[in-house]
């Protein structure tokens, strides 16, 4: 029986790998942290460039190894300079997440510096999760606001027969355009991620990724919706 539950959590993660990206590679917002009593939704889109062999595979004409990849979020001000952010990255998992302003003024458009720390399940709890980042960003030049940073993902087996898995750890960089209730951030994340599956050769990924504020994706976008 335990071996027929090995068996099993292997396919599930190997088909969950080719389907959909299961831990949130994206942050998708700057060191700024949302307004105390406020709230703030967002959505995600994306692939995984490699997600599914080796990179320079992934890169080739075929383009048939990149992983589609979607996040919910919705973020909570709790203070001037904290909020709480509860996402669900690839429909399969749950994390919260708290980010700490920790230099800069509480404004949307101020250069900043913040830290956050999150954790919860993903790959359908097989697997508990366990996140930390590094953000920096700029003060708004025009309508554009430039952020980026450091961070580090790990997963652990909770469940009989998940595999175990070392750390991701990559940089992010990228833009938040408009102001208001309506932004748009394309972001560019490059991760070390080994694959704990086997399916494929490579440890590096390409993470290209849009998040919105305020507007949704048009149904089917990438054809996976």
Known sequence: MSHLRSSFSLILCGVLTLTTACIPYTVGSTAQTV????????????????????????IGASGRTNVPMSDVEVRWGLTDHSDLGLRIPGASGLVLNYKTRRQGAAHPDSAGFATMIGGGVVNWAQHAFLEGALIWSGARTGSTVRYG?????????????A?????????????????GETTISPELGVYYDRSATGIRTGSIVVVPAVTLRGISFPQRIFGWF
């Open 35 to 58: 307004p105390v009593g406020e709230q703030v939704r967002t959505t995600t889109a994306g692939f995984v460039i490699g997600g599914g062999s080796d990179l320079r595979d992934s």
């Open 149 to 161: 940073g450091l961070k580090v993902m790990h997963t652990l087996p909770i469940a009989s027969g």
């Open 163 to 179: 595999l175990t898995d070392t750390p991701t750890i990559g940089g992010f960089f990228g833009f938040r355009i408009g102001d």
